[in-house]
């Protein structure tokens, strides 16, 4: 394999693994299953347009800010109420504010697609092993790699993480060992919408648009990478994002012109066998909460 291969494929695996955590933290604790994630990726996506010609440090700043925000009013507007719901209760919800996220994005700021222009040195390439590597896949390598290792770090080495990982694991007995609910889920979606920015970051990268509905196709990926690797289980939900980025770019290599339109059918095909062997997923944890 060649290192521009390598480095394309762990980068987008580890873009993918990003969105399974979004989506496997907030499961684990409140059994959301949030389809308001997409919006929350798209919020950040268009910070990045509208601070396009701002050095490129402040149009991530403001991506960050922009996605913290509204993941926080997402909890505090419609989850805060919810939290003891059951979970057809809290999918239902999470459409609701997805919906209208995207209808105030459609009659507001993005009434169609926007163009971003690309920053000049995303399109260089750099000599490397021997290899031409587009710089565009070695920051998207360091950016995700190094968000996964925050999380990493965040979740097992400090209180806060140790927290999370027990509400995760088990809410409600979390709970009775002390930990704060009012202190944990808003750092959730702290910690979900820091996660979407980084991710919306690179979408916008390599996509250079952005749009109301953008949102969805990552949304997917989270979900479908999380069941693949254990939704009740972050290790395994970053496991099953990281495995489903890597696959897909490996498709893109192999399969041959004529049947690269096909990419998803196989690629999903092979999740389903995954499914049939594994329906807990590959790495399988504690059962989730439900209320």
């Known amino acids: 394999m060649s290192v521009d291969f390598l480095v394309a494929m762990v980068g987008l695996g580890a873009l993918y693994a990003l969105l399974t955590i979004g989506v496997a933290l907030l499961f684990g604790i409140l059994g959301l299953m949030n389809f308001a994630y997409g919006e929350i990726i798209m919020a950040a996506a268009f910070a990045m347009y509208l601070f396009q010609h701002s050095p490129w440090p402040v149009a991530v700043a403001m991506a960050l800010v922009f996605a913290v925000v509204v993941a926080l009013l997402s909890e505090r507007l419609a989850f805060f109420r919810l939290r003891d719901a059951d979970p057809v209760t809290l999918m239902i919800a ?5 919906l209208a996220v995207q209808s ?9 697609a926007q163009g971003v222009s690309p920053k000049s040195f995303l399109t260089r390439h750099l000599d490397l092993l021997g290899a031409s590597v587009s710089v565009r896949e070695l920051l998207t390598l360091a950016l995700c790699g190094g968000a996964l290792a925050a999380v ?3 979740l097992g080495r400090t209180g806060l993480g140790i927290q999370l990982r027990a509400a995760a694991e088990n809410f409600q007995m ?6 704060r609910a009012n202190l944990v889920i808003p750092c959730a979606f702290v910690v979900v919408g820091v996660l979407a920015a980084i991710s919306s ?13 953008m949102g969805l196709q990552p949304m997917l990926i989270g979900v479908v ?5 254990g939704m009740s289980n972050l290790r395994g939900a970053a496991l099953g994002g990281f495995l489903l980025g890597a696959a897909t770019t490996l498709l893109e290599t192999v399969l041959p012109a004529n049947l690269i339109a096909f990419r998803d059918s196989f690629l999903f095909t092979t999740v389903i ?19």
């Not at 105030?104 to 169609?112: F, Q």
């Not at 979390?174 to 930990?179: H, I, N």
């Not at 990478?225 to 690797?229: E, T």
């Not at 066998?273 to 209320?291: D, F, H």
């Open 174 to 179: 979390a709970k009775c060992l002390g930990v």
């Open 104 to 112: 105030v994005a459609r009659m507001t700021v993005l009434p169609r």
């Open 152 to 154: 990493a770090l965040l």
């Open 201 to 213: 970051i690179v979408l916008v990268w390599r996509q250079g648009s952005v749009s109301a509905d």
């Open 94 to 98: 999470s459409f609701a504010v997805s």
């Open 225 to 229: 990478g999380a069941v693949v690797g």
């Open 273 to 291: 066998l995954v499914l049939i062997v594994r329906p807990q997923g590959l790495l399988s944890g504690a059962k989730v909460r439900v209320s």
